[in-house]
């Protein structure tokens, strides 16, 4: 099964500075705010098992926001989604990258019980990144350059 990426504050998804109060078995909150859903469902993207994509995808997400920055991510393998009872479905991606919308996921019918649990196996099994900002503007600069974004978005490089 693929993986799932959501892009999130990398920083509340350390789990060192937790763990001395945290109970076992318990999730801080703070990560809980990076899945905000919309209709009981959490957009997500896919994730090549060989990483191929993941910076395409941060890329993607990221450049829609009102200027370039670093940009954290949670990563999961779907097949924990089962155990949890949250259903998977294809939904086109609305970025600018057209290519990378074909990447975009939802997780559907989430309840407040499903998505504190989806937080908790992210927290617990998951892996978190971030494309520092001087990363990203060399990765929308490269997808301007190859054509995987459109020209217009070269005001957004200027740091």
């Known amino acids: 099964m693929p993986l799932?990426?959501?892009?999130v504050r990398e920083n509340r998804w350390y789990?060192?500075?937790?763990?001395a109060w945290l109970e076992r078995g318990?999730?801080?909150a703070d990560p809980i705010g990076d899945l905000?859903?919309?209709q009981n469902a959490l957009s997500v993207w896919q994730v090549e098992p060989d990483r191929s994509n993941l910076e395409r995808v941060v890329r993607a997400v990221a450049?829609?926001?009102q200027k370039v920055d670093s940009a954290g991510w949670v990563l999961f393998d779907s097949d924990l989604l089962g155990p949890l009872g949250i259903g998977l479905v294809e939904a086109p991606g609305g970025?600018?990258?057209e290519a990378a919308n074909a990447w975009h996921r939802d997780l559907v019918d989430l309840s407040g019980n499903k998505l504190v649990s989806l937080a908790r196996m992210i927290f617990e099994r998951g892996e978190s990144g971030t494309i520092?900002?001087?990363r990203m503007a060399q990765l929308i600069e490269d997808g301007i350059r190859n054509n995987e974004l459109p020209d217009s978005l070269r005001g957004r490089l200027e740091l």
């Open 36 to 38: 905000a859903t919309s």
């Open 95 to 97: 970025t600018n990258d």
């Open 26 to 28: 318990d999730v801080p």
């Open 4 to 7: 799932l990426l959501r892009t």
């Open 15 to 19: 789990k060192a500075p937790a763990a």
């Open 132 to 134: 520092p900002k001087k």
């Open 63 to 65: 450049i829609g926001k």
